[in-house]
Structure formats: C-alpha cells, structure tokens
C-alpha cells in the first residue's frame, strides 16, 4: 500500500491504515482459503495467504492489537504446514481459519470506545478460536467447535451494520459493512462530482450552441461567393469588351475582392475545427467525470464467494461460485445498490434451487453444485447473468399457487406459458415454500429484488428448466449519471423518456384506432394495446389537434403495456442527468432533469409513475379521445357496433366486417352497447342476446324508443332459434335475426349488405 496508490496518507491515524490493509488482505485470505478448499495443493494461493497472514501480524503489532497478531501468526503457520504437505486444508479446516479471517475483520473494526467492552463481552469465543487455529493439524474431518458455524456477535460499533455474508431471511435485509477509513469524504466526494457532470455538461452544450453560428456563417459564404463569381463574370465580360478603361478598373475591382475571399475562407475553416475540437474537448471532458464513478464489479461481489460457500455448508450443500466479467465496469452507486438483490438471488439459488449432494448424485450430477455469476456490457447496458445447475422451478407448482391464491381461474391458469408463471414470483407474498425456515418462506424475496432493479431502471427476466436449473437475467444502464433517451414534444414542452422503458415507437394511423369500453386501442403485433394522451397523463390540458398519423410511444411491459400519443417525436440524445431540487419533493411522473444539446431543459418522465398514472385514469374513466372529429366521414367508411358478451364471437365479427371495409367498434355487454352507441355515429349495431347486465332485447328496446336513434338498423344474432325467440327480437324492434348455429361468414356479410350495403357511403 503505497502512497501512489492511495494519495495524501497523512490525515489518516495509524489504526486507520491497518483497517485499511486488514480489508485487502483478509480478502487475500478468504478467496485463497476458498481456492485452496477447491483445488489442493494450489502452490500460489498458500504463498499469497502467507503473505497476507504476515503482513497482517506486522500491522497488528503496530497498533497494538496483539489478538490480531497472535491469530494472523497461527493462521501463517498453519499455510507454511501447507506449503510443505504436512497439513491438508480440509473444508472442516478452512471453516476454523475463516473464522479466524472474521474475527480479524471484526477487531480491526472496533473502535476505541466500545473495543474494551466488546473484548471481555467476547472473550471465551476469542480464545476458542485463537485455540481452534494453533490445534488447527489435530482437528479431524468433522466440524469441531460451534464458532465455526456461529460466527461472532459484531462490535459494538457495528450492531446495527451486519456483514452481507451474513445469514439472512426472504428478503434483502442485509446492511452495507462498516464504513472504511475515509468513508466521511465521501458524501463531498459525491457533491464534487455531480459539480464536475454539470461543468462538462455546460461544455458540451456551449460547444453545440456553436454549430447555428456556424451555419449562418456558412450561408453568408455562400452569398459572398455568389458576389465574388459576379465580380468574376464581369472582369471577363469587360476583357472580351476590349475597354483598356473598363478593363483595368474590373481588375483592381477583381484585386481588391481576393484577400477577402481568402480571408473568409481561411477563418470559416478556422471556426469549424475550432467547433470539432472543442466538441471533442467537452465530450471528452465527460467521459472522464463518468470514468470517476466507474467502479469494476468485483468491487460490489467480493464477499459473494465465501458466502456462498458458508450458506451450503449450514445447509448440508456444497455449492460453489464461478464468476465471470469481474474487471466490468459500473457505476458505483449502481453497483452499491444492486449488491442486496444480487445477494438475494444467490441465497434464493443455494436454498431453493440447490439439491443436496446425494441427491444431486441420484439425479446424475456431481456432487458440487455450481452457480454462475457473469457481467458483461451488452449494447450499451449491464447484463448480469446468474444461473446454476439446480432443479429449477416448478412451473406446475407455481400454477397450482395461482389457482389457489385466487389469481387466475383454472382456465386461465392453465393458458400462462412459462415466462408468464415465473412473472409471479416477482409478485408481494408469493413463496413456493409451505414453512419458512431461516432463510425463505416468509414470501418477502424477488418482489424486493424486482423492485429495486426497476428502481434503477432496469430489468429482471427469469428463466426455469426444471430438474437442469435456473437462470435470471438483469439488464441495467452502465450509469444513472447519463441517460440514453428518446426525446418528445408534449403540448409544446420537450420531455424525455428512457430508452430502457421504451418498448416501440410508431405511427399510428387513425383508420386504425378502435373503442372498446369508451377506450381507444390500436393492434401491433397481434397485441391490442390501449391509447393515451401523454399530454392528459401529465395534466397539460387537452392533447394537440393530430394529423393522419398519430407519432406513439410504447411503454411498460406485457400486460400492462400502453401506447403513450406525443406531438412530435424528436429523436434519442445522451442526457446528463440533474437531480431535481429537493425542496420541490418527489414530483409525479417526474424522475429528472437535463439539458438538451442545445441549452433547453428537458424533465425526464417516471415510467413506472406514468403507468400508475394511466391505470388511475382507466379506472376513473375519463381517457380524452384521440382519433379526430369527423375523420369518419372523411374516410366515408360505414361504422358499426358489435356488442357481445363472448370475445370470440366478437372478435370474430370484428374481423369479418373489419375484412370487408367497414370501420369496426365493440362492446362487452348491452349497458355498455347502449353507452357506446349514444356517444357516436353507427350505421348499424349487431348485438347478442343472452349478455349480462343487459341483454340484447333490452338493448334493441331502447335504441328504437330513444329520438335519435329510432332509425338505427339493428342485427340480431343468436343461438337462440325457437320462432318465438325469433318474434321476440323483432317484435323489439330488430331489423335481421340472425341465427350463430347456421350462418357462416358469408351468411353475416350478406345480411349487412342487405341492411346497410357496402361498407362506403
């Protein structure tokens, strides 16, 4: 630990230097003990313990700590027993020097208020272990003290901060390890690089703000040449003239008019590399304030290894970590807080996934479980990959959960593929364990881990094969200080979305709008989606009058996917983000501000707050229609009304009359029919006649008592083929019976020709 590596070293105390040292190497020996627990006889990971076991014990007798230097001493002569083969480093033996290794962490951690106290508080399990590891050649293969597997209570200063390796529930409960030396910097640490993002952002906008200017430099170059090739012309048309007066005015003329060409060429060019290099210089002034924040990830994963080694021996497993992609970069707030959920979902691996080791061996596999960690960027995210070689999930059994939990119908349940049934793991309270233990059961788990994932802007896709194993897939920005989003125009104002939540973005044109339930809803990709006005979401008044094309953005996921109607789409630019003042609180549908590329503010919308938004708005009922007044006339397609309680019969009809040219509405039941038909101009309505709430004759009633609509020609199609339930419908009011066990699709487009003829006017 050099004063290169580490800066100005004099603010800190003696005691502060060896925690510092104490944390780089009882990492040293954890992940050498981990190694050599694995693969025997690993020359170079005896060595390095070495070291790091005296290295420990010189430091220790610096500051005084003499159980630190008695421990470090025992544990150096138990690695040079190893080196020479005298002593093989059995998992019983690594659980004796790991406790050592955390007894180390814990008494370089203890601050000189509480160290007394805690030393006599302690005091038996201390000589226990200091006892453990010099009698460490004569233990046999078998756990010998219980301090191997309990480890010690934390020092007073850090009652409330558990390790993360610790043992825990569900949920992420875990709290981040104590604060190293230095940790009170920083929060300024933090401050100063936010200062540094606005600076260089500033920069680059400014160098942006230079590229008008340009432009309107590079059009007077193009008028000046114009002039100058006049001036050019002339002094040639005067030479053919043979004027010996003419002649030598247009050639002082002609003289005069170079120097200023060339001078305006020369600084024109001048002024466009001075733009190239300043972009250049504020760019990349940007990407050295991120390069600051940018931390590898092992940074955030270190402990993950012994951890999971710990887990599965408390648990009779053997399960062991692989991970990959530790050199890759993140951001450190990003990776601080995905160290919880990434805890979570090892545990979650090692308690739920993992087999024990004789039936793992039944099953055909080795007796060592593995599960996989692996980082990489990906199209400019972070991918995160955990899997392991478990029994997976069972799919049946989370469908069986469902149906009992009352959240799906059997029918229904029985339609979700597997991807839809791994969703609800994600969901609150929902656990697969029927008792809780130590560790799961309590129904507290993904749902957190999803959660916080989302909260970072991210996303979380699980994966099940069951009896092969199981794999989730985390995708997140590299940073939360740079936003790749696309920009919009909402009622004048330009908002940002990020490009993380957006799903696709569209035209839609009008002629494909539809209404079912007084809600507009356009199909991509066979999905029906539902239409929103992005101006009405965020409060901003009515939406602009739109053309032909509507300009959309998909947002959510699945189910709950909408299709956002903006003014204009702009494009994507890379944002820096500013936080929002805190005296403004938490603003809805708002996460952020920035600056666009030409100096104008933009605010980044929330997307999860904007789908909370626009399910308040369905469920109140009062969505503004998008499609324009009157653009059904001026299409002259003829319009109807299906209304049937069955979707696939409304669906079905839909699609016939849909084929045929004519413009389509539905709706679920008869009270819903009657309000649709009321609120818009319909050239025919087909309606069943068993429907809930309101039936078909009920329907039929109303339409021909009511003033304005008496006229309206009204199908009747049913299952319902008795003559008197033929009499009935007509005696209603019904202009076609039509029964649905004899007609076929002919049958029905013949009857509305009959009716209403083609479908244009």
Do not use: C
Not at 73 to 96: I, N, Y
């Amino acid at each position: 630990m050099s004063q290169d590596q580490h800066g100005d070293l004099s603010a800190f105390s003696m005691l502060d230097l060896f925690r510092m040292e104490a944390d780089s190497q009882t990492q040293i020996l954890t992940d050498g003990l981990l190694a050599m627990e694995r693969h025997a006889g690993d020359a170079a990971a005896v060595e390095a313990m070495m070291r790091a076991a005296h290295s420990i014990k010189g430091a220790a007798a610096i500051v005084g700590l003499q159980v630190v230097v008695q421990l470090a001493h025992g544990m150096e002569d138990s690695f040079v027993a190893a080196q020479h083969g005298r002593l093989k480093l059995t998992p019983e033996r690594v659980d004796v020097l790991l406790s050592g290794v955390d007894l180390i962490v814990q008494l370089s951690r203890l601050d000189d208020a509480g160290a007394e106290a805690w030393l006599a508080a302690n005091a038996t399990q201390i000589d226990q272990t200091l006892n453990a590891i010099a009698g460490i050649a004569d233990l046999p293969e078998l756990p010998a003290l219980p301090s191997a597997a309990a480890p010690l209570p934390p020092p007073v200063a850090e009652a409330q901060a558990p390790m993360a390796s610790g043992l825990a529930g569900d949920e992420p409960e875990t709290a981040a390890p104590a604060p190293r030396a230095g940790a009170g910097t920083a929060k300024a640490a933090a401050q100063n690089f936010d200062k540094l993002l606005s600076l260089a952002s500033e920069s680059r906008i400014n160098a942006h703000q230079m590229h008008p200017f340009i432009g309107a430099l590079q059009r007077f170059k193009r008028n000046q040449s114009s002039l100058f090739s006049a001036v050019e012309h002339l002094h040639e048309a005067i030479a053919r003239s043979g004027d010996a007066g003419l002649m030598e005015k247009s050639l002082l003329a002609l003289q005069k008019t170079q120097p200023l060409k060339q001078f305006m060429l020369e600084h024109i060019a001048d002024i466009e590399t001075y733009e190239r290099r300043l972009l250049a210089v504020s760019q990349g002034m940007v990407d050295e304030v991120l390069a600051l924040r940018m931390r590898p990830f092992r940074d955030g994963i270190h402990a993950f290894p012994r951890m999971v080694r710990d887990l599965a021996r408390s648990l009779g497993k053997e399960v062991q970590l692989e991970i990959e992609g530790e050199d890759t970069l993140v951001d450190r707030d990003i990776l601080a807080k995905i160290e919880s959920p990434l805890n979570h979902m090892l545990r979650n691996a090692i308690d739920h996934g993992m087999e024990g080791p004789y039936e793992r061996i039944d099953a055909g596999k080795e007796a060592l479980g593995t599960i996989r960690m692996e980082a990489r960027h990906r199209a400019g995210m972070l991918s995160i990959e955990i899997s392991d070689d478990g029994r997976g999930v069972d799919l049946e059994k989370i469908r069986q959960s469902v149906i009992e939990r009352k959240m799906a119908s059997p029918a229904m349940a029985a339609a979700l593929s597997p991807g839809e049934l791994l969703e609800f793991l994600f969901l609150p309270a929902f656990s697969l364990k029927a008792t809780a233990n130590q560790l799961s059961g309590r129904g507290v788990g993904l749902d957190i881990v999803h959660e916080t994932i989302r909260q970072q802007n991210g996303t979380v896709r699980l994966e099940s094969e069951p009896g092969r194993g199981f794999r989730a897939l985390i995708t997140l920005p590299l940073t939360q200080s740079i936003v790749r989003a696309l920009v919009v125009d909402v009622h004048g104002e330009a908002y940002a979305i990020p490009i993380v939540k957006v799903e696709s973005v569209v035209r839609v044109p009008q002629a494909a709008i539809h209404t079912l339930e007084n809600k507009q809803f356009f199909e991509l990709k066979g999905e029906h989606l539902g239409l929103v006005s992005a101006a009405q979401v965020l409060e901003l008044g009515e939406a602009a009058n739109q053309a032909d094309d509507l300009p959309v953005v998909v947002i959510g996921r699945g189910k709950q996917s909408y299709a956002l109607v903006v003014d204009a789409i702009r494009g994507e630019q890379s944002l820096a983000v500013q936080a929002i003042d805190p005296i403004f609180g938490k603003m809805r549908d708002i996460s952020a501000a920035a600056l666009l590329d030409d100096g104008e503010p933009v605010l980044i919308l929330d997307v999860p707050d904007l789908l909370l938004s626009i399910d308040k708005l369905l469920h109140e009922g009062g969505l503004h229609q998008l499609a324009q007044a009157g653009h059904t006339q001026q299409r002259r397609a003829k319009r109807i009304l299906v209304v049937d309680d069955s979707l696939t019969v409304r669906e079905m009809e839909r699609k016939l009359l849909l084929a045929r040219g004519f413009e389509v509405d539905v709706a679920i039941d008869g009270i819903d029919g009657w309000n649709v038909v009321r609120s818009g101009e319909y050239d025919l309505v087909i309606t069943d006649v068993d429907m809930p709430r309101m039936d078909g004759i009920e329907l039929v009633s109303l339409i021909k008592k009511d003033l304005h609509l008496h006229k309206l020609p009204v199908m009747i199609v049913s299952y319902k083929d008795r003559p008197e339930d033929r009499a009935r419908g007509l005696s209603a009011g019904a202009d076609y019976y039509l029964t649905k066990g004899s007609f076929h699709d002919e049958t029905l487009l013949d009857a509305v020709a009959d009716l209403i003829g083609d479908a244009r006017l």
